[in-house]
């Protein structure tokens, strides 16, 4: 079946770098738009940044100028550089994208999530 599987979180101080890397795998036909949400304790889940399947780019306004989205069509895996880390910006990152499997529908994915934490 398909599943969407995250990588790339840790511990880092303010000011440091990550990349956040999630990879669509399994029996697929195509896939569409992928993005990355985040969810901190107490707050709601919101988009971070996406990409649709025609190179459209969407950030929040917090992390632009610091996180850059990208995409590897022929590894079916998207990217999130974030550079300039805040303590804002610790949360759980996931992984979204749609997908169409060979052998059934277009579905929305979930990937299962990668702690970023930010120290000050």
């Known amino acids: 079946q398909v599943q969407l599987v995250e990588s790339g979180g840790g511990l880092v101080q303010a000011g440091g770098s990550l990349r956040l890397s999630c990879a669509a795998t399994g029996s697929i036909f195509s896939v569409n738009g992928m993005g990355w949400y985040r969810q901190a304790p107490g707050k709601q889940r919101e988009l971070v940044a996406s990409?649709?399947?025609?190179?459209?780019?969407n950030y929040v306004d917090s992390v632009k100028g610091r996180f850059t989205i990208s995409r590897d069509n022929a590894k079916n895996t998207v990217y999130l550089q974030m550079n300039s880390l805040k303590p804002e910006d610790t949360a759980v990152y996931y992984c979204?994208?749609?997908?169409?499997?060979?052998?059934?529908?277009?579905?929305?994915?979930w990937g299962q999530g990668t702690q970023v934490t930010v120290s000050a």
């Open positions: 979204n994208a749609r997908i169409s499997p060979k052998s059934g529908r277009l579905e929305n994915y």
């Open positions: 990409m649709g399947s025609g190179g459209i780019i």
